[in-house]
């Protein structure tokens, strides 16, 4: 008989009905203490060579329904080489469809990275002599916080990922950035490292990454909501990596998302900080065009809107550190779907082209750090 489940780490449906391969019903489960939701990551079990119709019934009610638009969910067979599949999405219903050639496969909003392989990356990374790594504190769950540093040059520049849990083309994109790091033979590698000393958080919403949610940490705190009035009580994982960011200081600024509406690779800037300035603007539109000419997968039509002058919010993390430190900072922002620049119909934006775009960040990180 065929089997439903997401009570694993990272998962995330409730299983409504399978008595029917044609006609099996879910619902996603919202964050614990918030109200968003729309990651998903779930097991099917017994079901090869059987047609299945999956359908999830409170999709009308997600987060960010503009997410559903010409959207394809993921699945997999061992949890490293993901591909799209047949998804509609129609009165509120979200419909995936697929009839699986192996008896388990995993069906995800995106290609699932979950803390099990993360602690896996990190055991990796502290083998290493080239990375220096630290604890620096303890979620509310009481999980390890990983900052690494490595880089000998006097600009410090600091890269996270992953505030919002169920954004995990992150982690895949930190996976390319620590691999290319790790390589003492890359010319841009060393000019970075000689230029800026590296500060990295690879995942700051463990928490809530484990316990399957979208978009908040434990306490149900959004954390790029929380950085001008954070709390240990709340949102511990944002006022440890700010107290670092205050020891340090900050001279440029990563933070690492993924975007539901918004089908391509864009970069959100500080823009409407009170302290916005001509030179700012400059550096953020330098980073961009130097992207432009090594990536394939970036572009600059789409993004968000931009806010009136002054009128940033400052609880998001970019324009809190634009304005704290006055220095470049940035919000990178990969897609859910496809990307229309580019595409694949295969896999459409995937955890290979997440890790290949990081190492193109890394260019630009070198060529920026040495003006």
């Not at 169920?166 to 895949?172: F, I």
Request: some cysteine; proline content about 5%.
């Amino acid at each position: 008989m065929i089997d439903v489940t997401s009570d694993f780490d990272h998962g995330n449906i409730i299983c409504r009905n399978v008595s029917d391969p044609s006609d099996i019903r879910l619902e996603i489960r919202p964050d614990g203490n918030a109200p968003f939701y729309q990651w998903f990551y779930y097991r099917v079990d017994n079901a090869r060579y059987q047609p299945l119709t999956m359908k999830i019934v409170n999709a009308g009610g997600a987060s960010y329904l503009a997410g559903w638009n010409d959207y394809r969910a993921v699945a997999s067979y061992d949890g490293e080489i993901w591909f799209r599949v047949d998804t509609d999405y129609r009165e509120g219903v979200l419909t995936i469809s697929h009839a699986p050639d192996r008896n388990c496969v995993y069906y995800a909003y995106f290609a699932a990275y979950p803390i099990t392989r993360y602690r896996r990356f990190v055991e990796g990374l502290k083998a290493s002599p080239r990375f220096a790594h630290a604890v620096i504190g303890k979620t509310l769950d009481g999980q390890d916080i990983d900052y690494f540093r490595l880089g000998r040059g006097e600009r410090p520049f600091w890269i996270i990922a992953r505030q919002h849990p169920g954004e995990d083309m992150g982690s895949w994109w930190m996976e390319g950035f620590f691999d290319r790091l790790a390589d003492e033979s890359d010319a841009d590698v060393t000019r970075l490292l000689d230029a800026a000393t590296l500060h990295i958080i690879p995942c700051m919403n463990l928490d809530g990454a484990r316990r399957g949610h979208l978009r908040t940490n434990a306490a149900g705190t959004d954390l790029n909501r929380a950085w001008r009035n954070a709390s240990m009580k709340a949102s511990p994982e944002v006022f440890i990596v700010r107290e670092k960011m205050r020891e340090t200081g900050v001279g440029f600024f990563l933070d690492v998302h993924g975007d539901e509406g918004i089908p391509n690779n864009f970069i959100d800037g500080a823009e409407g900080v009170p302290s916005w300035s001509e030179a700012l603007h400059n550096r953020l539109d330098r980073y961009k065009s130097l992207l432009l000419q090594v990536s394939k997968d970036f572009q600059t039509s789409d993004g968000y809107p931009k806010p009136p002058p002054g009128k940033a919010n400052l609880d998001i993390a970019t324009n809190y550190v634009a304005e704290t430190w006055g220095c470049l900072s940035m919000t990178l922002e990969m897609p859910f779907k496809d990307a229309n620049v580019n595409p694949n119909l295969i896999h459409g934006w995937s955890p290979d082209r997440c890790r290949q775009f990081a190492r193109e960040h890394l260019t630009v990180m070198a060529q920026v750090a040495s003006e």
